[in-house]
């Protein structure tokens, strides 16, 4: 196999297990292996496929839905099980948020500010088109198009794109606010009694298509304070998972910072610490688990239908 069948990128063999065929892409610089299942063959005919391919290569390409992950190289096992996770696919439905993801890619692509960028070619990518979510090439150049005419990419170009003063400064107003973001800052007690809860909310943001930001797995800079630290990671994340449990000042803290920001806090606390929540805090709706398989599946599903 020299081409993948879902992205319609190069491919590197590898060895399979059984019947299944397992291969290697590489997408701006990120590796990811795929396994194509048995029934593959039977799902690449449904209508689901065909009509959702774009979708499907797109969750690949930007990390979402991955079987399992080693050393940052993310795996997939694809078959007809995918018709389910179709609907847990994560992408940007609105034309702003559209206009915002591509401005990201055009802003990434650029090694210093005012650099002009060769485009040719890239309209005609399956891969990139589906990366940004992209059913055509007609979509991403009216989204190019949008930029040009917003003032945000130099309106003179046509197969390149260089960015303006105004859109370099958008572009620091939208990544400082996280909306791009596709990390959950993680507020929760830090103790043994909380591992397997901490595991459970790991789970859950890796099925959803989200990186974590745990403060106490992070490499703080010499010059930051841990305090400096927490706002930075928080101002940064797309949103914030807030667990109670233990009933923590530090999480009491850093999700009411989060809610200043106007970002999405999914609440939850386990039942036996529940009682035990402050006011301010207990009129929100929270998750409330007995084990941590009961909090992985509950935040996978709040996610799904929360977080866009």
Not at 138 to 155: A, G, T, V
Request: negative net charge; glycine residues 6%.
């Amino acid at each position: 196999m020299k081409i993948c069948p879902i992205t319609e990128l190069q491919t590197k063999e590898l060895l399979g297990f059984g019947g299944e065929v397992r291969y290697s892409i590489t997408s701006f610089g990120k590796q990811s292996i795929i396994a194509l299942e048995d029934s593959f063959d039977e799902f690449s005919k449904t209508d689901q496929f065909i009509e959702n391919r774009y979708l499907i290569a797109g969750a690949i390409l930007n990390h979402q839905l991955r079987n399992g992950e080693s050393d940052g190289i993310a795996y997939y096992s694809i078959g007809i099980e995918w018709e389910e996770k179709l609907s847990r696919i994560i992408y940007p439905k609105t034309p702003k948020d559209k206009m915002d993801n591509l401005l990201k890619t055009l802003y990434q692509m650029q090694r210093y500010d005012g650099e002009e960028i060769n485009l040719m070619g890239y309209a005609a990518s399956f891969a990139f088109l589906s990366q940004h979510f992209f059913k055509n090439s007609s979509e991403y150049h009216f989204y190019f198009r949008l930029l040009q005419s917003e003032n945000l990419i130099d309106p003179t170009k046509t197969f390149s794109s260089r960015f303006t003063l105004k859109g370099l400064n958008y572009y620091s107003i939208i990544t400082e606010s996280g909306r791009l973001s596709n990390k959950c800052f993680v507020a929760m007690a830090f103790s043994d009694e909380t591992k397997e809860i901490r595991e459970a909310i790991r789970e859950a943001l890796k099925v959803t298509g989200f990186d974590p930001i745990i403060i106490d797995e992070q490499h703080i800079d010499s010059h930051k304070t841990i305090n400096d630290a927490i706002i930075a990671e928080l101002k940064g994340a797309k949103f914030c998972i807030a667990d109670f449990t233990m009933q923590r000042e530090g999480v009491y803290f850093e999700s009411g910072f989060a809610l200043g920001q106007g970002k999405p806090v999914i609440y939850c606390c386990r039942n036996d610490h529940f009682k035990k929540s402050h006011f301010d805090t207990k009129h929100f709706a929270h998750i409330l688990y007995d084990t941590p398989s009961e909090l992985k599946e509950s935040l996978i599903n709040k996610i799904n239908a929360w977080i866009k």
